[in-house]
């Protein structure tokens, strides 16, 4: 999601669970006690009027803002609010959804792109006997060439990895997108 969309997305939900539109700086002096209350975290009264608009501000609030105002409305932080996931989803364990992708399914040569956090991807080749080569990289520690053994893959659950080899190297495993999962599979045949 774009982060600028996703902000408007964190205010408007913002504003449902206050219950009204802060429009004064009353109301936006309210919205910081409530914040502070429910999270013990401070967003200060000229923050929050930026975000909101009454006040002109060209430039994007902290990570530690977001991050704030995420959590006031359930979320952990707001990457995991930039991905997607519900709020509270970090449960135990649960079963898979609809978008699991198996390696049964895939024959060499079939291709999986994958991304996830912000501006995090790679693309990677099925070789055969649960083994996958690297074929682009973006952001991440896998590099284009990297062979891995990996079962199964699903969106909003983190990418695990083993027996990774890279050239004379071997690392015995690997996890990505350990915040808030994966945000996407795209899957191209041969």
């Known amino acids: 999601m774009d982060k600028n969309r996703a902000l408007e997305t964190l205010v408007n939900l913002t504003n449902s669970n206050l219950g ?7 109301e936006f002096n309210d919205l910081c ?14 923050s929050i009027k930026r975000i909101w608009g009454y006040v002109r501000y060209e430039g994007f609030p902290s990570v530690t803002t977001l991050n704030n105002l995420a959590q006031y409305n359930g979320y952990k932080d707001w990457e995991t609010f930039m991905s997607g996931r519900p709020p509270g989803s970090n449960i135990d ?49 896998l590099e284009v060439g990297d062979t891995f053994t990996l079962h199964t893959l699903s969106v909003g659950h ?27 599979i795209s899957f191209r045949s041969r």
Request: glycine share 10%.
């Open 158 to 184: 983190p990418i695990y990895l083993s027996d990774i080899q890279r050239g004379d190297r071997r690392f015995p495993a690997y996890i990505g997108a350990k915040r808030g999962g994966l945000t996407a």
């Open 20 to 26: 009204y539109v802060p429009s004064t700086p009353a």
């Open 93 to 141: 364990s649960s079963y898979l959804g609809e978008s699991v992708v198996s390696t049964d399914d895939l024959r060499p040569g079939d291709r999986l792109s994958l991304t996830w956090g912000i501006g995090k991807a790679c693309e990677i080749e099925y070789i055969g006997a649960l083994r996958f080569r690297v074929i682009e990289s973006c952001n991440i520690k």
């Open 33 to 46: 006690r409530v914040i502070t209350k429910k999270t013990g975290r401070y967003i200060s009264l000229s």
